[in-house]
């Protein structure tokens, strides 16, 4: 009897540790931003860091890449980013791709930007069983950089796997672009 009053509260310290512990860790992540740590984050440098402008169906668009990777976007976002592609193509370039112009996306409606940085980190800012709202900001090796949240995406979840469902592009704080 002695040994299994022990046993449990050994038991309850260790779990009331790890609880502790996981907390702090989470609170941490919201505060800063960190390499990609839980799943969701991990799914979201993937994407990041995929060739992702086939998906919006522009020059080059290629059907075996889009089933490659489309199950990782929703339906809803892929469309909206072409709708919104076609009508750059339409307003810029009276609807016909021109070689040696930029007639649709003159940045990325994933990254947020024209140019790809060295690293992406990350913040997640809430997470529940069936989505999550991550930030994430970029880095060029500025050793005087500061992280400044450039998108905020929302994943879902879509069976086991996370999807992106949602991009906010950011400039300076305020969101300049939303696609979902």
């Given at each position: ?118 690293a ?21 090796n500025?050793p ?37």
């Amino acid at each position: 009897m002695y040994l299994n009053k022990n046993i449990n509260r050994l038991l309850i310290f260790f779990l009331t540790f790890l609880v502790f512990s996981t907390q702090q860790s989470v609170a941490h992540d919201q505060r800063t931003f960190h390499p990609p740590h839980t799943e969701a984050e991990r799914t979201l440098d993937a994407l990041l860091n995929s060739d992702y402008w086939y998906m919006l169906a522009v020059n080059g668009y290629d059907k075996k890449l889009e089933k490659r990777y489309a199950h990782l976007f929703s339906k809803k976002l892929l469309n909206l980013w072409r709708k919104r592609e076609k009508e750059l193509v339409q307003e810029n370039c009276g609807g016909q791709y021109i070689q040696g112009d930029q007639c649709g996306f003159d940045y990325s409606p994933l990254t947020c930007a024209q140019d790809a940085p060295n690293a992406y980190f990350y913040r997640t800012l809430s997470q529940n069983n069936s989505m999550v709202i991550i930030q994430s900001a970029w880095s060029f090796n500025d050793p005087d950089e500061t992280f400044t949240p450039y998108a905020t995406y929302q994943l879902i979840k879509q069976g086991k796997r996370w999807i992106l469902d949602d991009v906010a592009c950011r400039d300076h704080g305020k969101i300049v672009a939303r696609f979902n």
